[in-house]
């Protein structure tokens, strides 16, 4: 399994692609500004999710943005654990061997955080965006 990702693609509007590729550098960084604030309330949930069961995933929640979008990740060396107990999404149990022993499997809990974190927040997400982005431009009702 890899690292466990949530995103927000802008490549599905259109026409804010169009804009972006025509932008100059400044206006791309306070894009990807606006868009990393956003993931950060993505990141700032699931690490709430997941705090009570396993720091070390929450301590490995990233947030990445570029000129497409913006992407949650969590895991990496120190958090190998984070992809089975985010578990797609879905509650429930998976499986996995003792200590990689694969002659002994034991079934266990999922705690799912990003995904979950991402539903009912999207709305939130997309305003904290373009406030941040009517803030940082000085100009209201920038969308």
């Not at 927000?8 to 804010?16: V, W």
């Not at 692609?17 to 960084?29: F, G, I, P, T, V």
């Amino acid at each position: 399994m890899g690292k466990p990702v949530v995103g927000i693609d802008a490549q599905g509007l259109k026409s804010l692609q169009r804009d972006l590729k025509r932008a100059d550098a400044d206006s791309l960084k306070l894009f990807r500004a606006a868009m990393k604030k956003g993931g950060e309330i993505i990141a700032a949930d699931a690490r709430s999710r997941i705090s009570g069961t396993s720091q070390r995933i929450a301590d490995s929640i990233r947030v990445m943005a570029n000129n497409k979008g913006v992407q949650v990740k969590a895991g990496g060396a120190k958090a190998p654990h984070a992809a089975p107990f985010e578990n797609m999404g879905k509650s429930g149990n998976f499986r996995h061997p003792v200590f990689g022993n694969r002659e002994v499997w034991v079934s266990q809990e999922a705690h799912p955080y990003l995904l979950p974190a991402l539903d009912g927040k999207l709305d939130q997400v997309i305003d904290t965006v373009l406030e941040y982005l009517d803030n940082l431009t000085g100009e209201a009702g920038f969308h």
